[in-house]
C-alpha cells in the first residue's frame, strides 16, 4: 500500500521560513516524479511544484519561483519543500503527491496533507 | 482563476446521471490526458480517472471519464449518497510546465 505522510506544517509570521517533508512507503520512490500540491482553506487545488526522479529537473507554480524550492533524497524515500519570505496567501494545507515515472502522466497517490499558517 | 474551467455546483438524485465538465485549451487537455479527482470532505484528493477514460482499481464503473479536443467530461451514473465531494479535474500543461487544476464542482446529491 502506498503512503505518503508529510510533517513540517505549522503557524508562521509573514516573511518566515519552513520547510515540509514527507516519507513515502510501498513503492519505488526513485522511480517517480514527485509534487506538492496545495489547498487554500475553502479554496481548490494549487500545483506548486514537482521534481524528477534524480533530481535533475524542478519545475515551480509561478508565484513561488525564487521562494520555495524541492529536493528529495532517493536514499531516505522522502521529499522536501523549502519555503521562504512565505506570504499570507500561502497558508493551504500542502499535499505531497506521487506522480508518475513520465513527466506529465498522472498524479497518483497523495499524502493527508500538513497544515501551513502564515500570519502575525 | 483556475486554467481549466468547470462548473462550481451539479446536483442530481439518488439513481439519476450527472456529467461534470472541464474545459481546457491547447497547451494542457487538447496534448495530454486528463484526470478526474474525488475529494470528500476532510479528506485528501483521490485519484478517480486518469488517462481520460481510465479508472484505478476499486474504483466503480459508474464513473466514466471522456476527452474530445480542449475538454474534458466525467459522468457518474446511478449517484449515491455517498457520491457528494468535490471533483476536480487536472492535467499538465506545457506552456506553463505545470499541473493545472479546475475550480473544482461540489456535487450534491439530493
Known amino acids: 500500500e502506498v503512503q505518503l505522510v508529510e510533517s513540517g506544517g505549522g503557524l508562521v509570521q509573514p516573511g518566515g521560513s519552513l520547510r515540509l517533508s514527507c516519507v513515502g512507503s510501498?513503492?519505488?520512490?526513485?522511480?517517480?516524479?514527485m509534487n506538492w500540491v496545495r489547498q487554500a482553506p475553502g479554496r481548490g487545488l494549487q500545483w506548486v511544484a514537482n521534481i524528477k526522479q534524480d533530481g535533475s529537473k524542478k519545475y515551480f507554480l509561478d508565484s513561488v519561483k525564487g521562494r520555495f524550492t524541492i529536493s528529495r533524497d532517493n536514499a531516505k524515500n522522502s521529499l522536501y519543500l523549502q519555503m521562504k519570505n512565505l506570504r499570507a496567501e500561502d497558508t493551504a494545507i500542502y499535499y505531497c503527491a506521487r506522480d508518475s515515472i513520465l513527466l506529465g502522466g498522472v498524479i497518483f497517490d497523495w499524502g493527508m496533507g500538513t497544515l501551513v499558517t502564515v500570519s502575525p | 482563476q483556475s486554467v481549466l474551467t468547470q462548473p462550481p455546483s451539479a446536483s442530481g438524485t439518488p439513481g439519476q446521471r450527472v456529467t461534470i465538465s472541464c474545459s481546457g485549451s491547447s497547451s494542457n487537455i487538447g496534448r495530454n490526458i486528463a484526470n478526474w479527482y474525488q475529494q470528500l470532505p476532510g479528506m485528501a484528493p483521490k485519484l478517480l480517472i486518469y488517462g481520460n477514460n481510465q479508472r484505478p482499481s476499486g474504483v466503480p464503473d459508474r464513473f466514466s471519464g471522456s476527452k474530445s479536443g480542449t475538454s474534458a467530461s466525467l459522468a457518474i451514473s446511478g449517484l449515491q449518497s455517498e457520491d457528494e465531494a468535490d471533483y476536480y479535474c487536472a492535467t499538465w500543461d506545457d506552456s506553463l510546465k505545470g499541473w493545472v487544476f479546475g475550480g473544482g464542482t461540489k456535487l450534491t446529491v439530493l
Open positions: 510501498g513503492f519505488a520512490f526513485s522511480n517517480y516524479w
